[in-house]
């Protein structure tokens, strides 16, 4: 699938807001929405303001559009990287979950991470503008113009990728064999990969999550289907496999390798 931008502009006018009970001024708009159709993931992303400082507000959902990663990206450091409580309103309802935040690679950025529902997103058609809120460091409302064609755009982008990686049942049953771990996923992983914050707080979950491994057996991406509720946990069973999971790739009827996902199932737990 070749990754490829699409840039998306809409009108406002007419646009009902909802406005949040919140102190911080909503952040405009200064550029496009631009839908990015990658080989592995469908991203939604666009700039708010300041112009010298901008920051940049995405939606990624998983393959199965069962779940969508908001992500915020400010300028700005993070001493580590942790997971927070935070509330989010979507249509008048305030919903609580847990974020990630962590520093970007070049250390520039200060990156938030928040899985949804992909159903709960559907109500920023009628919100108009979402607001996060955790604690005193993190109070962001961004307005949402156009926000009910960009989901669909990321929707069509999501059935291109199931195509692509032989996701849907019927393409996935013309395989002869699909792809498989060549050592069991439970022992890859050590107790020390529990977060420490998340054995600090007793929190523990379940993660569903599917990996996409490629014609060469690489796994090229790995994306939360089912969060467990702890950002931390969520990230941390993807990161694992990621980095430790070796495949022997899936083959076509004709016997010769093709792309194919495999859904797996973390539980995280303490004694």
Same mark, same amino acid.
């Given at each position: 699938m070749k990754t490829h931008f699409v840039a998306l502009l809409f009108a406002s006018a007419g646009l009902v =807001?909802?406005?949040?009970a919140s102190a911080a001024p909503p952040r405009q708009p200064i550029g496009k929405w631009q839908v990015d159709y990658?080989?592995? &993931? *469908? =991203?939604a992303a666009r700039n708010y303001g300041p112009a010298e400082k901008p920051v940049t507000l995405a939606f990624r959902p998983s393959p199965n559009g069962t779940v969508v990663r908001l992500m915020v990206a400010r300028p700005g450091r993070v001493s580590t990287p942790h997971h927070f409580a935070v509330t989010t309103t979507i249509t008048s309802e305030k919903a609580k979950t847990t974020g990630l935040r962590f520093e970007s690679a070049d250390k520039k950025r200060d990156i938030i991470?928040?899985?949804f529902d992909r159903a709960a997103l559907d109500g920023l058609q009628a919100a108009g503008e979402i607001a996060i #809120? &955790?604690?005193v460091t993190i109070e962001e409302r961004f307005p949402l113009p156009g926000i009910g064609s960009v989901l669909k755009s990321l929707d069509t982008c999501n059935a291109d990728l199931r195509k692509h990686w032989n996701v849907e049942e019927a393409a996935a049953s013309q395989l002869s064999k699909? +792809?498989?771990?060549l050592k069991p996923l439970h022992s890859l992983i050590s107790d020390s990969d529990y977060p420490a914050q998340a054995i600090r707080e007793r929190a523990s979950g379940s993660t569903r999550f599917m990996m996409m491994v490629d014609?060469?057996? +690489?796994? #090229?991406? *790995?994306?939360?289907?089912? =969060? !467990?509720?702890?950002? !931390?946990l969520d990230a941390m069973s993807c990161s694992v496999f990621l980095q430790r999971a070796k495949f022997s790739p899936a083959l076509d009827a004709a016997g010769k390798p093709a792309r194919s996902v495999l859904t797996a199932r973390i539980t995280w737990r303490i004694p």
């Open positions: =807001t909802h406005q949040p990658g080989d592995t &993931a *469908c =991203t991470w928040i899985n #809120k &955790a604690g699909g +792809a498989t771990v014609e060469t057996g +690489a796994l #090229k991406d *790995c994306m939360v289907e089912e =969060t !467990s509720g702890i950002a !931390s």
